[in-house]
């Protein structure tokens, strides 16, 4: 048999929280060594389980759930996700406006394609969730990544925004709250982005999956509210806040003038359909998170368990010398910069890949999220307050031998960065 080669598509396609540092983790672990995870944000690994009202209620469904729904969703799903967003203002969002899937992993594909024409510019945060990048360029697409200022509370540099912006480019993708960094974005910037889209007729793609935890006096603001005269996707789910990932229930609700929207809308609805439809089972959990109790509040609010875990792991972290981290305004996350002039690592996969053979700790590099230089990682504040200590401590302990001290004192094996 001729061997079988990967397409050309996929040739600059990542998505490293899933690579080969996981294998290594992976292979570590299989030989029985026990690795201290703190690089997904999975919530179910760490007692972070869903309410058990909404896993019941699906459960009740199951029965009825056995075949294929509408491939937009169930109606009493959509009619949910219409009814949250109308009392948040977005009275524009309908049943029909509202497209279920398999979380929002499958819509952002499925939107992407729906769009992009090879060779379209889609302009993504750095640092992004790399999903983005990857769906973007699988779909024949151009990634351009617009910079986040760590220096200004990771809000994204508007005028490098609008410095990126060429004839080829077709969207704006915003993720708020981002991940990894945390940060929460006031209406000010969301308005300005608004106003490029206004200005170079864009898409504006809003990743909203972590609206719902927040920290502190943040406030979250939906991108259509103030983009209401732009083609607008603002995507949601129940994977983080009501901490059911497994289940994979996500959507997407498109906003704009209709007219304009018209086309775009029924090549959606074609790619709904190829794929059948959405986990139906997990659809029925739709109805009631949205409409019971919000527990992810007592999690987020000063004592709750999210609160006090992003709080010991930022103070933790920003106590390693060389060390900073701007405070999470939202989200599971945070990304610590190393000081270049103090670990002057040339290459952070490998710097990740030392520290868990040499600590047995697993954290996602920066590179992983598009970020340009390997002076930043990803740590999940998700695991108990002592395995945080614990995972601070062994990153502590890592960075304690490479501290710069005169001369550099280089990642070991750095000499196969490429």
Same mark, same amino acid.
């Given at each position: =048999? +001729?061997?079988?080669?990967?397409?050309?598509?996929?040739?600059?396609?990542?998505?490293?929280?899933?690579?080969?540092?996981?294998?290594?983790?992976?292979?570590?672990?299989?030989?029985?060594?026990?690795?201290?995870?703190?690089?997904?944000?999975?919530?179910?690994?760490?007692?972070?389980?869903?309410?058990?009202?909404? &896993?019941?209620? =699906?459960?009740?469904?199951?029965?009825? !759930?056995?075949?294929?729904?509408?491939?937009?969703?169930?109606?009493?799903?959509?009619?949910?996700?219409?009814?949250?967003?109308?009392?948040?203002?977005?009275?524009?969002?309908? &049943?029909?406006?509202?497209?279920?899937?398999?979380?929002?992993?499958?819509?952002?594909? =499925?939107?992407?394609?729906?769009?992009?024409?090879?060779?379209?510019?889609?302009?993504?945060?750095?640092?992004?969730?790399?999903?983005?990048?990857?769906?973007?360029?699988?779909? /024949?697409?151009?990634?351009?990544?617009?910079?986040?200022?760590? *220096?200004?509370?990771?809000?994204?540099?508007?005028?490098?925004?609008?410095?990126?912006?060429?004839?080829?480019?077709?969207?704006?993708?915003?993720?708020?709250?981002?991940?990894?960094?945390?940060?929460?974005?006031?209406?000010?910037?969301?308005?300005?982005?608004?106003?490029? !889209?206004?200005?170079?007729?864009?898409?504006?793609?809003?990743?909203?999956?972590?609206?719902?935890?927040?920290?502190? *006096?943040? &406030?979250?603001?939906?991108?259509?509210?103030?983009?209401?005269?732009?083609?607008?996707?603002?995507?949601?789910?129940?994977?983080?806040?009501?901490? =059911?990932?497994?289940?994979?229930?996500?959507? &997407?609700?498109?906003?704009?003038? +209709?007219?304009?929207?018209?086309?775009?809308?029924?090549?959606?609805?074609?790619?709904?359909?190829?794929?059948?439809?959405?986990?139906?089972? !997990?659809?029925?959990?739709?109805?009631?998170?949205?409409?019971?109790?919000?527990?992810?509040?007592?999690?987020?609010?000063?004592? /709750?368990?999210?609160?006090?875990? +992003?709080?010991?792991?930022?103070?933790?972290?920003?106590?390693?010398?060389?060390?900073?981290?701007?405070?999470?305004?939202?989200?599971?996350?945070?990304?610590?910069?190393?000081?270049?002039?103090?670990?002057?690592?040339?290459?952070?996969?490998?710097?990740?890949?030392?520290?868990?053979?040499?600590?047995?700790?697993?954290?996602?590099? /920066?590179?992983?999220?598009?970020?340009? !230089?390997?002076?930043?990682?990803?740590?999940?504040?998700?695991?108990?307050?002592? *395995?945080?200590?614990?995972?601070?401590?062994?990153?502590?302990?890592?960075?304690?031998?490479?501290?710069?001290?005169?001369?550099?004192?280089?990642?070991?094996?750095?000499?196969?960065?490429?």
């Amino acid at each position: =048999m +001729r061997p079988m080669q990967h397409s050309s598509k996929i040739e600059n396609v990542r998505y490293e929280l899933r690579g080969p540092i996981l294998h290594a983790a992976k292979k570590m672990e299989s030989e029985g060594q026990r690795i201290l995870r703190m690089n997904l944000g999975d919530t179910a690994p760490f007692g972070l389980e869903a309410p058990e009202s909404i &896993v019941m209620d =699906m459960i009740h469904h199951l029965p009825g !759930a056995q075949g294929y729904s509408d491939s937009k969703g169930i109606f009493s799903a959509r009619t949910a996700i219409s009814q949250y967003y109308q009392t948040r203002g977005l009275m524009q969002i309908g &049943v029909e406006d509202v497209f279920v899937g398999n979380g929002v992993s499958e819509l952002i594909s =499925m939107t992407l394609q729906a769009f992009l024409e090879n060779g379209d510019e889609v302009l993504i945060p750095a640092p992004d969730y790399p999903l983005w990048t990857a769906s973007v360029t699988l779909s /024949g697409g151009t990634a351009v990544h617009y910079v986040c200022d760590e *220096d200004n509370q990771w809000w994204p540099d508007m005028a490098d925004v609008e410095a990126k912006i060429t004839e080829r480019t077709r969207a704006i993708v915003i993720i708020n709250p981002n991940n990894p960094t945390g940060a929460v974005y006031p209406r000010f910037i969301l308005e300005q982005f608004a106003k490029l !889209a206004r200005k170079h007729d864009l898409v504006l793609f809003s990743d909203e999956i972590y609206e719902k935890i927040l920290y502190g *006096d943040s &406030v979250h603001i939906h991108t259509a509210s103030v983009a209401e005269d732009i083609c607008c996707l603002t995507f949601s789910g129940l994977s983080k806040a009501y901490r =059911m990932p497994g289940y994979r229930a996500g959507w &997407v609700a498109l906003t704009g003038p +209709r007219a304009a929207t018209a086309a775009y809308r029924e090549s959606l609805e074609l790619l709904a359909s190829l794929r059948l439809c959405a986990n139906v089972p !997990a659809q029925h959990a739709i109805q009631t998170s949205l409409g019971g109790h919000q527990s992810i509040d007592e999690l987020v609010k000063p004592g /709750g368990r999210l609160r006090e875990q +992003r709080d010991l792991a930022w103070k933790l972290l920003n106590d390693i010398p060389g060390v900073s981290c701007v405070p999470a305004a939202g989200a599971l996350y945070l990304f610590p910069k190393l000081d270049p002039e103090v670990y002057p690592f040339a290459n952070d996969e490998q710097f990740v890949l030392d520290l868990l053979e040499e600590q047995k700790i697993l954290v996602s590099h /920066g590179t992983a999220f598009n970020w340009g !230089a390997p002076d930043h990682f990803r740590f999940v504040i998700l695991p108990a307050t002592e *395995d945080i200590e614990e995972a601070v401590r062994r990153i502590s302990a890592f960075l304690a031998v490479r501290r710069k001290s005169g001369a550099a004192v280089p990642l070991q094996a750095v000499a196969s960065a490429g």
